[in-house]
C-alpha cells in the first residue's frame, strides 16, 4: 500500500538522515492575547530575556470591541478593523525594534483575528483562513494560518477563536474537528521555486511522494503536512 511504502521510506531516510542533512538551529516565539477590544498599550513590557528568537508570531483575538456578533463583524471588517490592525503591528514592531531588525512578513486578518509574523531570517510564508461562526460562514469564530519555510524546514501556526464558556464545549469540540479537517494552503501552480537548484528540486519532489495520504488533496495542503505545528488562541 501507499501508506506502507512511505513508511518504508520514511524509516530508510531516518537511518541515513547524517549523509544528507545538516542541522540549524532556528528559535522561535509565539504569543497569543484575547486583547478583548482593548486599545493597544502606551508601550509594551520587554518581551524578551538575553535570548532573541529568530521568528516571533503574535495571535490576537478580539481585535475590536462590541456588544453583539453583528456589530462585531461590521467594525471588524471596515476601517475600524484596518486601523487596529495596523496600531498592534506598529506597536508590537517598536517593542521588537529594541532586540534588533525584525521585519513583519506577513499579516493575515479574519474579522477579529489577527496573526502577525516577523522575521531576522529570510523565510517564505503561505497563510490562510477558515470561519466556522455564525451559521458556519462568518468569521468572528474561526482560525487563521501560515506555513512557513525555515532552510528546508516548515513551521504552521495556527491562531483560533472557537466558542466560549462551558456550555459550548460541543461546539468548539466540533469546530475544532472543522478546522483541523478544513484548514489548507493553497497549492502553488508552479512547481519550480525562483533560484532553487536541482538538489531542492529533487529534495521537493521526495517530499511530495512522502506526504501524500489521506490528509492530501488535489487543492491544498493541511496543516499537519510535514511541518511542525502549533496551535494558539
Known sequence: SMSARRDWLMQRLKERQ???CEDTEVTACLFTWNVNGRDTPEKL???FGSSVPDVVLVGLQ???PANDTYSYYMAATTAVGDARERAWAERIAEALGDYGTFELVQSVRMVGLLLLVYTRLPVTVEATQ???GLMG???NKGAVAVRLRLHNSHLVV?????????????????DFADLWAGLEFPMAEEDVEVGETMADRHEREVEKYLLQSDWRNETGRAVVDGATLFWMG
Open 158 to 174: 495556527v491562531n483560533a477563536h472557537l466558542a466560549a464558556h462551558p456550555e459550548q464545549l460541543a461546539r468548539r469540540n466540533q
Open 130 to 132: 477558515m470561519p466556522c
Open 62 to 64: 478580539e481585535l475590536v
Open 137 to 139: 460562514v462568518l468569521g
Open 45 to 47: 513590557p520587554g518581551l
Open 18 to 20: 547524517a549523509e544528507f
